[in-house]
Structure formats: C-alpha cells, structure tokens
C-alpha cells in the first residue's frame, strides 16, 4: 500500500478560502515534501519540511509535520483559482525511494 | 537545459511490442528517477539513478521493465512484451544530487498498450 495517504480525496472551496489537506504515512521518514500536479504545468515542488521540524512557511502555503502521529497538513490561505490542482506528499526513508501518496484533488471555485 | 524533457509525449503500442521512453534531465543534475502514474492515482516510484548507476532495482514491477542511464545524462526506460496494464504516464525526474530532495518532474510519457 502507499507510504503516503491523503485526505481528503477532493476538495472545493471558494475563492478566498483556505484549504488544509493531510497526509499520512507508515514508517519513519527524513523529510516529507509537498508537490502540485495540474495539467498545465506537471509536477512542481512545493515545500519540503525535515524530521526535525514542526512548520515551514512558503507564501501562503504552511506545512505541519507531527512525526509522532506520522503526519503532516497542507494548508493554503487565500486560496485562488490558480491553485485548483492535486496535491501529492512525499516521504523520503532515506533510501532515495520517494513514496507519493494518492493525492488530493483541490478544485477553487471563483 | 530549460528543464527536464520527456520523449515521446504519447506512445500507443500494440500489446506484446517493446516501447522505449526517453527522459532528459536538467544539465548538471546528477540524480534521475523514473516513476509510473496511473489514472487519477499517485506516484509508483521506479527506479532512480545517481550518475550512471542504479543502486537499488526493486521497485521495477517485473523483469520486463529495464533502464539505464549513459554519460550521467540521458535515460531510457525500457518496457519489453507490453501489457495492458502497463498504460500509464511515465514520469521522469532529476535533482540536483541524490540527497538535494527537490525534484524536477518532465511532462511524462502517455503510454497506451492496446
């Protein structure tokens, strides 16, 4: 099964709104990276939050890490149109084998 | 180069037949990974590359698939006596160096086997 789960599945909000999606994940990571996928531009990087830590900031995006709970949120403030794209988590054990998980849909309605 | 390039965009190949996708990285990065992406699911991790060599192999689903990497630059993924059930987008990505986590994702290959 995946490292990584999202949840929820999908998500629709309003322009303006913020959106917090979750992931988690089975066994001890290194780090944990968020990615955006939408037909127009792939996959792109988001953030990348380390063990170590417990919030990163990048924008309007925030990320949580809770290792002892095995996982982290994404939330977006302010959300736009332009963010209507799934969203992926990526664990890295450590071995270079990234684990993705299943994504969440985010749809921003104007 | 401007970023990661994938070829072909679009493969449809008969089931049995062999398929060969291309993936060029960002010039200087020296890690590549190869990943398949079903429909409406996430990311299965292939194979991943540091220089010309791939360390670990396991996460090829069967001893169809084969890949290599020449010059630190080019790869190829290579699917031998296709299934259907090997449709999928092929997605490739390089980063800087193995352990820089940040990775650039080509647009992928959509392969159909009929």
């Known amino acids: 099964s995946q490292q990584g789960e999202e949840d929820p599945q999908a998500l629709s909000i309003q322009e303006g709104e913020n959106a917090t999606m979750n992931c988690s994940y089975k066994t001890s990571i290194n780090n944990l990276q968020w990615y955006r996928q939408n037909s127009g531009r792939g996959l792109v990087h988001l953030i990348l939050i380390r063990s170590n830590e417990r919030e990163k900031h990048s924008g309007r995006l925030r990320v949580t890490l809770d290792t002892s709970k095995k996982s982290s949120s994404l939330l977006i403030t302010a959300s736009r149109a332009a963010d209507t794209a799934s969203y992926f988590c990526a664990t890295d054990t450590g071995t270079y084998k990234y684990i993705f998980g299943t994504g969440t849909r985010l749809k921003v309605l104007a | 180069g401007a970023g990661v390039s994938q070829s072909p965009s679009n493969k449809v190949t008969e089931k049995g037949k062999d398929v060969e996708l291309r993936c060029d990285p960002i010039?200087?990065?020296?890690?590549l990974y190869w990943y398949r992406q079903s429909l409406g699911q996430g990311l299965e991790f292939l194979i991943y590359f540091q220089g010309n060599s791939a360390p670990d192999k396991s996460g090829l689903p069967s001893d169809r698939f084969s890949a290599e990497r020449t010059g630190g630059s080019v790869s190829t993924l290579t699917i031998q006596r296709t299934q259907q059930e090997d449709s999928a987008v092929y997605l490739c990505a390089s980063s800087f160096r193995l352990d820089y986590n940040e990775q650039f994702f080509g647009p992928g290959t959509r392969l159909t086997v009929l």
């Open positions: 010039s200087g990065h020296t890690a």
